[in-house]
Structures are given as C-alpha cells and as structure tokens.
C-alpha cells in the first residue's frame, strides 16, 4: 500500500515540476505567481482538491520533494543541533488575550461545519536526529489535505530543506513544538526561553532564505496564512504543561494547542487498522487529531489512506487548527492532558529535563511562576491582567519512559469530498498579533 501510495504521488509530483519548470532559467528566477497559476490548473485536473495550492515545486531539486530511503529512521549520538540559535530579532508580537490563554483542546463550531484538524508532531530530541515520514506528507499532498505541523526548532534546523518545503507549501501550517522537546514543566530561566524562541528563530529564518529565493506562496505574511511571518501556535512537548509554561507561551504571543483526539502512534503495538478506527470512530466537528510524523508516528502513513476516505464520505473536510480557531470558538482548559486531567504528570521525571537541567528536579511552582516575568521581561508589560481559568497543580508522579512521545489512542470519523475551503471566520477568533 506504502509502495503504491508513494507512487501515486511521485508520478504526480513528477508531473507538477516538468509542468512547472519546462522553458525556463533558473526556477526561482521566474514569477513565481505564473508557475502558481499553471501548477495550480495541474493540481485540479488531477482531481487534487482545488483548495489545495502546490508548492514551489520550481524551488527545489525534482527528487527532494518525495520521501527518500531513510527519511523516516532517526539517528542517534547527534548533539550538532542540541543548541539553538541566539542571534536573530523575532517578528513583533503581542501576547495572548486573556480569553484565549490556556491549553486549547478543540474548536466549537456552529451546527453542519463538520471541520477538523489534523495534526502531526515533528519531535527532536537532545542527541539525536528524528526521521521525517514523507510518505505521511506525500499523501497529504497527493490528496489536497491541510494540516498543522507542530515542529521542533531542532528539527527545522537539522532536516533544512525539509522545514523549507514544508515552510513553502500552502497547505500546511507550521507550528512550534519547542526546541528539542523537553517538558517545560521542569525548566524554566534560559532553558525556557529557547525552547520557546528557539523554533520561532528557526522558522524566521528559514522563511528568510525563502523569501530571498521567491519562494514563498502567493500571499505569504499577509495574514495568518500561508507562510505567516512567524508562527502562532504552540504544542508542548509530551503534552506537558503547568501554569508557569502555560504563562510563558501565551506571553510569548502563542496560542497553546492540545487536542481532543490522539491516535496513540508512538505505540509500535499498534496497527494501521486499529489507528484508522479510533480516529474514525472518535472524529466529532471540531476535534483536532494528534499524530507523529518524526519516525515515531508507527503505522500512521499506512493509517491515513484507510481513515481519510471515511472521514470524507462522513461530510468532514480537513482544515488548519488556524483556519478552525477562525471557523468557532475554542475550547480552553486550564491544563494540558492527553486524555483526562493529570495523565501527562507520568512525562515528570528528571531525565527529561536534558538541557537546561535543574539538579533539584522541577522548579517549586512558586518559583517558576515568579521567574516567568524574570524570563520574559517584554510580556511583563504587555500581558493581561486577569487568566482565562486557574490551573490547579497537578499532582507528580514517576514514569519509567519521560522521552516517550505524549500519546494515547482516541479518534472517530465522518466526510465527504469537498474541495477545502477557508472557513468564514465566527467573528470571536482572532489572532492575537493582528
Ligand atoms: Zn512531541
């Protein structure tokens, strides 16, 4: 299936760049809204859904874009990219409103939008270099699916021209998923800091180098979409979170997403069949969908081809968690779980501090919460004054596997195959910098 998937799109992905660059010089050279048009006029007679608009296929070497042997496999013993980058002025921001402080699980939409949000983590931990499953993208592709891409800073950095042509394709939204994906529960001071700003440096600068090359989609830094300036959407790393970290992303003008439904990937016990179920069998309007596409989502490509085509046939089309916010209003708690409250506290342990490592373990909440002005001196003067909810503390516990991915089975189902659409904003959703 895996084979025949990923043929069916290099045929057509083949097709998009002999279309795209036949007659001209160097790609990125060329109007860049020219070869829009014509790929976008390709897309549709493929029968791609017409919302979808293709990447600048142009901008990259004709065997980049696929998935290669040994994407998805990581690698071990690599600490190049353990650090990130200092030097580069962030894009302006403003922090979270009040209302939409806390961890967003799902988006309430009005009655028939039957909208959802797929999402896939691109994780990276200190020491290594995750994998990247292309044919997870190469499909999404291949089927005009959007979907937000919550990726490590470490990742960007280290899977460059990956982070770039996932920067450059409209249809995917690019989030931060922290620097290397420690629990930002345990640190706080400069450690907090980068795995915050860290992936907001990489993403700008990525999109620097995208922009000098012309290869940024039409629109690009406009609005919220696509390729926005910077990004405006947080996950944290094993789902964890306290009121301090909560604190520390809201004021750094980023909205923290959760989910609703988790596919349970990083479980290697779990089929493609018993993925594609739960996700067919706990999608409801509005849900946003958590999967890994680092080499840790096991038998999530193999998933999708089985759940998509049911969630269509159910009516559901496949949006941005950006374009959701704006379709309803979110659903805010004041702490992050999986499934219920308190079940990522397992992710507290030590060793999952890596970088940044406070030898005493977790900060005493007091304190963390303190420093979180300490930290962020610009969101002291900005931030609101009052908190959407209180977070109560949630009790710690020890877990034997803190690298672990957060994750846990749950999903459901529903579609049809309707072209995507941006969905009309509900007038309560706005993103906070604009
Ligand atoms: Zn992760």
């Given at each position: 299936m895996s084979t025949l998937r990923n043929g069916r799109f290099a045929s057509r992905a083949a097709a998009l760049r002999t279309r795209g660059t036949r007659?001209?010089?160097?790609?990125?050279?060329?109007?860049f809204s020219a070869r829009f048009s014509a790929l976008a006029l390709v897309v549709m007679a493929m029968g791609v859904a017409p919302g979808y608009a293709a990447p600048p296929?142009?901008?990259?070497?004709?065997?980049?874009l696929p998935v290669r042997a040994g994407d998805p496999s990581p690698v071990k013993?690599?600490?190049?990219?353990d650090r990130s980058d200092a030097a580069h002025t962030l894009a302006p921001f403003a922090p979270v409103p009040t209302h939409l402080r806390g961890a967003i699980r799902r988006v309430e939409v009005p009655?028939?939008?039957k909208l959802i949000a797929l999402t896939f983590d691109l994780c990276e931990q200190p020491g290594e270099i995750a994998g990247y499953d292309g044919a997870i993208i190469d499909y999404l592709r291949a089927e005009g699916i959007k979907a937000t891409l919550f990726v490590g800073g470490k990742w960007m950095k280290s899977h460059d021209e990956r982070a770039r042509q996932l920067i450059a394709d409209p249809l995917f939204e690019i989030a931060n998923h922290?620097?290397?994906?420690?629990?930002?529960?345990?640190i706080a001071g400069d450690a907090l800091r980068q795995e915050i700003e860290g992936p907001q440096r990489a993403y700008e600068m990525a999109r620097s180098k995208l922009a000098a090359a012309q290869c940024?989609?039409?629109?690009?830094?406009?609005?919220?979409?696509?390729?926005?300036?910077?990004?405006g959407l947080f996950r944290f790393p094993y789902g964890a979170c306290n009121q301090a970290a909560l604190d520390a992303v809201n004021d750094a003008g980023l909205l923290a997403i959760q989910w609703d439904?988790?596919?349970?990937?990083?479980?290697?016990?779990?089929?493609a069949q018993a993925i594609a179920e739960t996700i067919v069998r706990q999608a409801r309007p509005g849900s946003i969908v958590i999967a890994h596409a680092?080499?840790?989502?096991?038998h999530t490509a193999a998933a999708l081809p089985l759940a998509i085509p049911k969630l269509r046939a159910a009516g559901y089309r496949f949006v941005t968690v950006g374009e959701l916010l704006a379709a309803g209003r979110p659903v805010v708690e004041p702490r992050c779980y999986?499934?219920?409250?308190?079940?990522?506290?397992?992710?507290?342990?030590?060793?999952?501090?890596?970088?940044?490592?406070r030898p005493g373990g977790a900060p005493a909440r007091s304190a963390a919460a303190a420093e979180t002005t300490e930290i962020l001196p610009w969101a002291a003067a900005a931030?609101?004054?009052?908190?959407?909810q209180p977070q109560q503390p949630p009790p710690r516990r020890r877990v034997t596997?803190?690298?672990?991915p957060a994750a846990s089975p749950q999903a459901a189902a529903q579609p049809q195959p309707e072209p995507v659409k941006q969905p009309a904003s509900s007038g309560w959703f706005k993103w906070p910098w604009q």
């Open positions: 007659g001209r010089g160097h790609p990125c050279q060329a109007g296929q142009a901008c990259f070497a004709p065997d980049s013993g690599n600490h190049a990219f009655k028939g939008q922290g620097w290397a994906h420690r629990n930002l529960r345990l940024l989609p039409p629109g690009a830094g406009s609005s919220s979409r696509p390729a926005p300036a910077r990004m439904l988790s596919t349970g990937d990083p479980s290697p016990s779990q089929g680092n080499g840790r989502g096991f999986d499934s219920r409250p308190g079940d990522t506290d397992r992710y507290d342990h030590p060793l999952g501090l890596a970088v940044g490592k931030a609101p004054a009052g908190r959407a596997d803190p690298q672990r």
